[in-house]
């Protein structure tokens, strides 16, 4: 289903309040690496994977893996909002024994499909489940969201070099292009750029695209639906650290800072949502 621009950004907004007031109520980090990805999580979930959240262990259901599993405050909100579990679930994240950790556990909540929280991972296990869904002769497509940091793995290009030599068509790659990492900007650490190219030399359809423009991102999507596909699809998706309270953007400290009580509700109130 094709939703207006207007009420993803609404379903966007929210979601990111919920990850916010999480960060508050449980003291965990990684806040901004989770804002930046919301808008294709939006995307993604309401539009483009094919699931039933009353069927999450569907055998013919879309894969999607969380490979920067530090944002998964993210995954879990867009979940929960997708009815695959109960807000109570969420209400207990990171409490002691509790289902949701600070980033996700094998089989921890249904709709989560893999452990994630060593970076450099997801596109092996997402290249091992499009070339399962070959060899099972099954119809699904499986989809991968890597940080750009993530990318200065070699694992991640060992398995992008494997994706093109089988000619996995059914696996795209979202990478969430936020110019940061953990310690300072992404081009100081490696050279990432030109990081479409990079894909592209390495044998995949790659686009490069707006990751908070809803129309940009379903666009490029819309290539992975195209019947007969033999290349995997990486789509470069420029996004902003903290996207959505202007005292977060681009600002590297949300990485570790947690909000206070002042700060929640000055989000809110930016979110349109107090």
């Known amino acids: 289903m094709i939703h207006s621009s207007e009420h993803l950004e609404r379903i966007a907004?929210?979601?990111?309040?919920?990850?916010?007031?999480l960060s508050h109520r449980a003291k965990?980090?990684?806040?901004?690496?989770?804002?930046?990805?919301?808008?294709?999580?939006?995307?993604?979930?309401?539009?483009f994977l094919r699931i039933d959240p009353r069927r999450p262990a569907s055998p013919g259901r879309d894969r999607f893996i969380l490979s920067k599993g530090h944002a998964?405050?993210?995954?879990?909100?867009?979940?929960?909002?997708?009815?695959?579990?109960?807000?109570?679930?969420?209400?207990?994240?990171?409490?002691?024994?509790?289902?949701?950790?600070?980033?996700?556990?094998?089989?921890?909540a249904p709709g989560v499909e893999w452990a994630t929280g060593s970076l450099g991972h997801g596109l092996s296990v997402g290249v091992g489940m499009a070339l399962a869904e070959?060899?099972?002769?099954?119809?699904?497509r499986t989809v991968a969201l890597l940080s750009d940091g993530e990318c200065n793995e070699g694992s991640v290009w060992e398995a992008a070099m494997f994706a093109a030599a089988q000619k996995l068509g059914s696996l795209t790659v979202l990478v969430d292009y936020n110019k940061w990492q953990?310690?300072?900007?992404?081009?100081?650490?490696?050279?990432?750029?030109?990081?479409?190219?990079k894909w592209e030399a390495f044998g995949w359809e790659s686009y490069e695209v707006d990751g908070h423009d809803f129309a940009e991102v379903r666009a490029a999507l819309a290539c992975a639906e195209l019947p007969d596909r033999t290349k995997p699809l990486a789509i470069v998706a420029h996004t902003i650290k903290?996207?959505?309270?202007?005292?977060m953007e681009d600002d590297n400290?949300?990485?570790?800072?947690?909000?206070?009580?002042?700060?929640?509700?000055?989000?809110?109130?930016?979110?349109?949502?107090?």
Request: proline letters at 6%; aromatic letters at 8%; a negative charge.
């Open 72 to 108: 998964a405050p993210a995954l879990y909100v867009t979940l929960c909002r997708r009815g695959f579990f109960s807000p109570q679930l969420l209400a207990d994240y990171a409490k002691d024994g509790a289902a949701l950790a600070e980033q996700p556990a094998p089989d921890c």
């Open 28 to 47: 965990t980090p990684h806040l901004g690496s989770s804002l930046s990805c919301l808008d294709l999580l939006a995307v993604l979930y309401w539009e």
């Open 134 to 140: 070959r060899i099972q002769k099954r119809d699904y």
């Open 242 to 247: 903290g996207r959505g309270v202007s005292f």
């Open 182 to 197: 953990a310690t300072g900007r992404s081009e100081e650490v490696m050279a990432l750029a030109p990081l479409r190219d």
């Open 253 to 274: 400290n949300w990485h570790y800072r947690i909000p206070n009580a002042e700060e929640l509700a000055a989000a809110r109130k930016e979110l349109a949502l107090e």
């Open 13 to 21: 907004a929210e979601l990111r309040a919920e990850v916010i007031g």
